[in-house]
């Protein structure tokens, strides 16, 4: 009876074990920093596409649903004076890049993400694995709407429906109303036999303050513009860093003080 039980124990250990070895884990450091290589490489091979800001994305279920993918935002900033986004590229992209073989896969719109999700999703048959699905979905979305000054906070709506073999769920990416932006990205899902079979997206999004000349204004000899140029760049707050890092590269030493100024400002308000 004691080797009996001891024979279940170690056997329910096993299996618990192998389950946990099958959950899927964030990409190693390794494996980041190699397909962050292959996105560089890639968009080099594209004239104009080094210009492109690329930010791995992590969270909101995207390394559940894409374990054998790293994920990866790739922008072409749009102010304060717009970048050109060369085809195939849209201006807010996603690119995928396969662990196994490193082949990237651009996804410029929501017509593409459905179809990469359709080919490379893990599939979804749980009311867990939908929740990880959709937040998926969501965070990719509200990338492909991203010009660097936004931030969603992506949720689900009512837990996910899950009836045999068919997967319903919906859920939002809302925008926080920070420096006048509002809005939200909402989308509903759903699956049949672990396979994504429809996708509705509807992206309903406005821009707040974004930066223009404002870091040109600092000095300005009227101090009402400088005061309003001051202020549009707090309002932006760290959102604000990469313009204000590009206008001081190239400002005379008196400006470059003036940005760091208000910068020390933004950091010391936690903006």
């Not at 210009?51 to 791995?56: I, N």
């Not at 513009?225 to 190239?250: F, N």
Request: positive net charge.
């Amino acid at each position: 009876m004691f080797m009996r039980l001891s024979f279940l124990i170690v056997a329910a250990g096993f299996l618990t074990g192998s389950a946990r070895a099958a959950e899927p884990k964030p990409p190693t450091d390794e494996e980041l920093k190699a397909a962050h290589a292959r996105v560089t490489d890639y968009l080099k091979a594209v004239e104009g596409a080094d210009a492109a800001r690329v930010t791995p994305l992590a969270g909101d279920g995207l390394f559940a649903t894409f374990p054998d993918h790293v994920l990866f935002a790739v922008m072409f900033p749009q102010y304060p004076v717009a970048r050109l986004a060369p085809a195939p590229f849209a201006p807010s992209n996603v690119v995928a890049v396969l662990k196994k073989d490193g082949k990237p896969v651009l996804i410029p719109s929501a017509k593409e993400l459905e179809a990469f999700f359709k080919a490379s999703a893990r599939p979804v048959k749980t009311e867990v694995e939908a929740e990880e699905a959709l937040k998926a979905f969501l965070r990719a979305s509200a990338e492909l709407s991203q010009d660097g000054f936004y931030k969603f906070t992506v949720k689900t709506d009512d837990k996910p429906k899950v009836d045999g073999g068919a997967v319903t769920g919906s859920g939002r990416a809302v925008v926080a109303p920070e420096g006048g932006n509002k809005g939200e990205i909402t989308a509903a899902l759903a699956f049949k036999d672990g396979k994504l079979t429809a996708a509705e997206t509807k992206v309903n999004v406005t821009p707040g303050i974004r930066p223009r000349c404002q870091a040109t204004k600092l000095l300005d000899t009227d101090p009402i513009v400088r005061e309003m140029a001051e202020q549009s760049i707090r309002v932006m707050g760290s959102a604000a860093k990469p313009y204000l890092d590009e206008q001081r590269a190239k400002a005379s030493p008196e400006l470059q003080k003036a940005i760091d100024r208000v910068w020390a400002r933004i950091v010391a308000e936690g903006r």
